[in-house]
């Protein structure tokens, strides 16, 4: 029997107590395998998509876009929301030509990645886009973000001295060192 067969718990009950436009919380009475009850909220969310693009000259694409929850601008890579039923790719294709206005002609998977798996059933699709080309295409109107162009030495200068702070990016570039798609001449 698998740990996960081991430790699934039984829902004795499930409410909705929020939906919004892009997410839901869910309210469950669960029983541990101890017997015990517990309350346990889970954020229902669609998936999300994180891009990493890079220019001919090993430049990488971000993005200082002001995050209202936050109450300020942040540094972090492109990225966006799954529309229901979209395909990740087609999404992470979407999301690079309205946020930086660039298509790419060559895609790599970086792998899933769970940001907050304690209490949220999201799962981002990471994206390696080279070999870009500007293309037009409109952005979201609530979206307030500037394109940059940093190399490599750049954003891990901004990860150490903690002016990237955004998780998903952190990780995003992380993946895509440690596989190699950031070598000098990679693809």
């Not at 209490?119 to 307030?144: H, I, K, T, W």
């Not at 995003?172 to 596989?179: G, I, N, Q, V, W």
Request: net charge negative; glycine share 8%; hydrophobic share 40%.
């Amino acid at each position: 029997m698998s740990l996960e067969e081991q430790h699934r718990l039984d829902v004795l009950r499930q409410d909705t107590v929020f939906t919004g436009k892009v997410l839901q919380v869910i309210d469950e009475l669960v029983q541990l395998p101890s017997g015990r009850l517990h309350h346990h909220v889970t954020v229902k969310h669609p998936g999300a998509v994180l891009i990493l693009p890079r220019q001919g000259n090993g430049d990488l694409l971000a993005l200082e876009q002001y995050r209202h929850s936050l109450r300020q601008t942040i540094l972090e890579f492109p990225a966006g929301t799954l529309e229901p039923g979209e395909d990740p790719l087609a999404c992470a294709q979407r999301e690079l030509a309205e946020e930086v206005g660039q298509a790419a002609a060559h895609w790599e998977t970086l792998g899933e990645f769970f940001p907050a798996p304690g209490f949220c059933n999201e799962v981002q699709y990471g994206f390696f886009a080279a070999r870009l080309s500007p293309c037009e295409a409109v952005g979201d109107d609530d979206e307030l973000l500037q394109v940059v162009s940093l190399s490599c030495d750049q954003i891990e200068a901004a990860i150490r001295e903690g002016r990237m702070q955004d998780g998903k990016s952190i990780a995003l570039y992380m993946r895509a060192k440690l596989l190699g798609f950031l070598a000098p001449h990679g693809t």
